[in-house]
């Protein structure tokens, strides 16, 4: 379908510098979050208490989380209102523009059109405070003004210490070992925010503890910063826990994405044939595909792909069953494609992207054959990357440019078939707190890791059995 430019749209800008820059108005900024729920083909499997092995009860979760969150996660409602104290801070940068890659387009020689839905513009530089202020604002409604949690590369970190600072809260993140000695302008900026930011495993925690006991030397997983942030906010009554990624209520959040991008492709007269987007634990690929699932499940010719790497491939190579969503055993057991609990990915693996889990409703979609998947190699990844900055002037987040490397693949084979297609994809942030990975991409010194076969075979041997 040729693009239709409608430059009369108070949206398009206009010039000759600006004219593949979509911009929806303000008063566009979604109302309420879209609930694949209902639409799932088939409803998702109970996540399972550590404790009981019996379906996990809500008061069991309400250790951690505020109700009006558990009400989000089990909601059977196709559409979630959108608090006006929640869509006030959104609209610091929201709605978010969606560009057209026309100079990338040119240098592949490929008849595709990419567009890309720019979710680094936000304040904490990708689309991770999408979930991180409704969070936020639902716990200081519940009268919880301090929050712990995880991250990994520091995106999820960097988000929630700038919302819990937009409410006047607090929050503690313990960042996975490797990443908070790779990425220290991360951790910078989390501290500038008023988080304390712990490297894990850490001797803060029972879990980390444990860890170090064994390899005192361990670079940490997500896993690991996972059971000590639950373990933290289980211990105190004034601390909840936040999840950056996995959870139903957080993909819930990042819909926003697909729906601005939804209108902004109908101002051009467009529609997507191809939706790519990186692939950790689900929330940046849930935000630009979960509002495309019903017209797919309609039978619409829309392929929806996400993008992990080769090194840490839960969806392409991992087994769909029960796990734990961290190391210590502490989280329910849930359905999804996983590399096992234990799994450790490769210190030397500097592109994000490392938990050893994917988020149910990702899961189960691919179960389904709803979405598909693919894994790149990091070295490709970072050459896509390298493209993107050249041709694009934006240098992406690595997690970014597993999507961008897909893309380019796809654009040649287009090219190479002779055939025009829509291709979208998200750019979940930019990447210029990242850029010690990419020294080591320019130096030469970056490692392409291969699948850890042996080591995922042995966490994969540790998975609980589930009698439901």
């Known amino acids: ?43 998702l499997s109970p996540p399972f208490s550590p404790a009981t092995g019996q379906p996990v009860t809500p008061d069991e979760l309400l250790r951690i989380f505020p109700p009006q969150l558990l009400e989000q996660e089990m909601s059977g409602e196709r559409e979630i209102a959108i608090p006006d104290e929640v869509r006030d801070i959104l609209a610091m940068w929201r709605p978010t523009p969606l560009i057209r890659a026309r100079r990338l387009e040119r240098a592949l020689r ?8 720019h979710e680094g513009v936000s304040p904490a530089g990708s689309h991770k405070p999408n979930t991180a202020v409704p969070q936020a604002f639902y716990n200081m409604k519940h009268g919880i003004m301090r929050l712990a949690t995880e991250t990994g590369a520091g995106q999820w970190g960097s988000a929630l210490a700038w919302a819990t600072r937009m409410f006047g809260m607090t929050c503690r993140v313990y960042m996975v070992r490797v990443s ?51 373990e933290e906010a289980a211990g105190r009554a004034d601390t909840n826990y936040a999840l950056g990624s996995v959870l139903n209520h957080v993909l819930l959040h990042q819909t ?16 997507p044939d191809y939706i790519y987007g990186c692939h950790g634990g689900g929330s940046n690929f849930g935000g630009i595909a979960l509002p495309f699932v019903p017209e797919i499940v309609a039978g619409e010719r829309i392929r929806a792909i996400a993008v992990e790497p080769e090194s840490c491939p839960s969806l392409t190579r991992g087994t769909f069953a029960f796990d734990y969503g961290d190391t210590a055993k502490l989280t329910p057991m849930v359905r999804m494609y996983t590399l096992g609990h234990g799994f450790m990915p490769p210190a030397s ?29 990091q070295a490709e990844v970072f050459s896509a990357a390298e493209l993107f900055a050249h041709t694009e002037g934006i240098v992406p987040a690595p997690e970014s440019a597993h999507a961008i490397a897909a893309v380019v693949r796809k654009a040649v084979e287009l090219r190479e078939e ?3 297609a ?3 994809f998200s750019l979940s942030g930019h990447g210029l707190f990242d850029l010690g990975a990419y020294d080591a991409y320019l130096s030469g010194t970056l490692e392409d890791n291969s699948f850890a076969s042996e ?9 609980p059995r589930v009698e439901g």
Not at 110 to 117: D, H, Y
Not at 358 to 367: E, H, I, K, M, Y
């Open 1 to 43: 379908m040729a693009t239709q430019r409608t430059d009369t749209h108070p949206g398009i800008a206009t010039g000759p510098a600006m004219v593949d820059r979509i911009m929806l108005p303000a008063d566009e900024l979604p109302r309420s979050w879209y609930n694949v729920l209902p639409d799932l083909p088939c409803p």
């Open 110 to 117: 490929t008849p595709a059109r990419i567009f890309f839905k």
């Open 180 to 230: 908070h000695d790779q990425k220290p302008y991360r951790r910078t900026f989390m501290r500038l925010f008023g988080a304390e930011v712990i490297p894990s495993p850490s001797p803060m925690t029972a879990a980390g503890r444990a860890i170090l006991a064994q390899d005192p030397d361990s670079p940490g997983s997500l896993g690991i910063a996972i059971s000590e942030a639950v």
């Open 256 to 271: 926003v994405i697909g729906q601005e991008a939804k209108r902004q492709l109908a101002m051009v007269g467009d529609r």
């Open 349 to 377: 693996h500097a592109g994000g992207l490392r938990y050893h889990g994917a988020s149910p409703l990702v899961s189960a979609l691919l179960n389904a054959g709803v979405i598909g998947a693919e894994a790149v190699p």
């Open 418 to 420: 002779g055939r025009a």
């Open 422 to 424: 829509t291709v979208l």
């Open 455 to 463: 080591a995922v075979a042995a966490a994969l041997a540790d998975l």
